[in-house]
């Protein structure tokens, strides 16, 4: 096996999870800096990848506290694995916020109405509540919940990938500069 194939591969399953909801990389851990430098995570959604760009994006609501977070700290982690083919993925990179343009407009409207839906919660996520029923949505019509439809695109400079197999552990690091690729293998 070679560097390039581990990047082919792991590209590949990147992709792959944009179009396929079952596949093993379609959610993704996202961590974050809060405040006082402490780690924040939780798992999204991957919704695009560009391996040319070196950038993927995941959706989020405006109001919710990865994003002050990344307002404040555009610097976040991604983690991925892949219990079938036993391999994990690392990457590291600068997160922006896009909300309201064009591209933004166009990952809205190629979501389901379920998921649309979600963005018409009164509150804010995160928000205290007195009982565990959450639900409560505005009435206004969905194209409402846009103004709280977040696009986070994550520009991703480092990819590490830790493949398990039954002859042993294989670590790869791949640094990204424009279209140059600085690879090397690593003790795992
Ligand atoms: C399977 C799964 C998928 C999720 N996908 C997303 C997502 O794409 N975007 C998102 O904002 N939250 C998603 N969530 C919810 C987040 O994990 C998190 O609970 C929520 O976004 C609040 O995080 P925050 O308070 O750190 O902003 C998902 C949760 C699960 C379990």
Do not use: C
């Not at 983690?79 to 990457?91: E, F, I, N, S």
């Not at 922006?96 to 979600?118: N, Q």
């Not at 919660?121 to 709280?148: C, H, I, K, M, V």
């Not at 493949?163 to 791949?174: D, K, S, V, Y």
Request: net charge neutral; proline share 5%; no cysteine.
């Amino acid at each position: 096996m070679t560097l390039d194939e581990i990047l082919n591969d792991a590209f590949g399953l990147l992709a792959a999870a944009i179009k396929d909801r079952a596949a093993p990389f379609r959610t993704v851990a996202l961590a974050t800096v809060a405040a006082e430098g402490a780690p924040d995570v939780r798992t999204v959604v991957l919704r695009s990848f560009d391996a040319g760009a070196r950038r993927l994006s995941v959706h989020t609501d405006a109001r919710s506290t990865k994003v002050a977070q990344i307002q404040a700290h555009p610097a976040v982690a991604l983690l991925a694995w892949d219990p079938m083919r036993r391999l994990q993925l690392r990457l590291r990179g600068q997160a922006s916020l896009r909300a309201g343009d064009a591209m933004t407009r166009d990952a809205w409207e190629g979501l389901p109405g379920a998921t649309r839906h979600l963005y018409r919660l009164r509150q804010a996520p995160g928000t205290t509540l007195t009982d565990p029923s959450p639900n409560q949505y505005d009435e206004a019509p969905e194209a409402f919940g846009f103004a709280r439809f977040l696009v986070v695109e994550i520009a991703f400079d480092r990819l590490e990938a830790l493949h398990l197999t039954h002859l042993g552990q294989i670590r790869a690091r791949f640094d990204f500069a424009g279209a140059a690729v600085d690879a090397a293998w690593l003790v795992p």
